[in-house]
């Protein structure tokens, strides 16, 4: 129960949030956008035009004085309770139209989910509480609803791991002008999002792996989704394949 719990939380933000409508590396289909928009806050308790505009602005001021969440400015402990922050005014600045942050929703053709707009931001938690609860009515024991529901209210972790580690621990494949980092055990736990410092440098690219020792699990669920048409995963701005071991040595007998 966790583990699917984990994966849809996941899969929501790493797929629908992220390479959809934050960078457009995939596109999701009618039906699919529709049910990222109006249950994306259901089903991860977070907006999905605030997220996308937050994360806009992310790559903007990288590591940066006005990065929304960067360990260079608060530590990497610090990181859970800047995003929160970070992810309120957001919400204020695009209630009150304010230009700060309404010139990063290009694209982004819908309102603020109406739970925000009406004050009414903690009903998804309230609605997986009930839900863990019931499971726990119905199957008797504790277990099973706590790991419903600490696997479906995972984000503040998982984004916290990305945002901090992701940008101060791990390898660099491209030199980028911020502090982004592949951190490869992120990567596994949270869907290839661990791969900063690829994503930073090709942040349209539906993939963020690039070498052939990075792997990039919420790409693997993009291609699946694309073959059932869910999604088509758009081929500009992608990552290009890193040169294989055969090709370094013949470039540098070029040299």
Request: aromatic content about 10%; proline content about 4%.
């Amino acid at each position: 129960m966790f583990v699917l719990a984990y994966i849809a939380k996941v899969l929501m933000i790493t797929i629908g949030y992220h390479r959809g409508l934050a960078h457009g590396a995939v596109t999701l289909s009618p039906g699919l956008r529709r049910l990222v928009i109006e249950g994306g806050s259901w089903l991860t308790g977070l907006d999905p035009k605030a997220w996308s505009v937050m994360h806009r602005m992310h790559h903007a001021y990288s590591d940066s004085e006005k990065d929304p969440h960067s360990p260079k400015n608060v530590g990497l402990l610090g990181i859970p309770m800047e995003q929160l922050k970070s992810y309120k005014r957001v919400i204020i600045g695009l209630m009150r139209k304010d230009k700060k942050y309404t010139r990063f929703t290009a694209g982004l053709d819908f309102e603020l989910s109406w739970l925000n707009r009406r004050g009414l931001w903690y009903l998804p938690y309230v609605l997986h509480i009930v839900i863990a609860v019931s499971l726990g009515l119905i199957v008797g024991g504790w277990l099973l609803p706590l790991c419903y529901f600490f696997g479906i209210m995972s984000h503040p972790i998982q984004g916290g791991l990305v945002n901090s580690l992701g940008h101060a621990r791990g390898g660099r494949n491209f030199d980028t002008n911020d502090d982004s980092r592949n951190h490869h055990i992120v990567a596994w736990l949270v869907g290839g999002e661990g791969f900063q410092n690829n994503h930073h440098q090709y942040p349209a690219s539906a993939k963020f792996s690039y070498t052939s020792n990075e792997v990039d699990l919420g790409y693997g669920a993009c291609i699946v989704m694309q073959r059932i048409g869910l999604l088509k995963i758009e081929s500009a701005g992608m990552i290009p394949a890193a040169p294989n071991r055969r090709t370094r040595l013949k470039q540098s007998a070029g040299s």
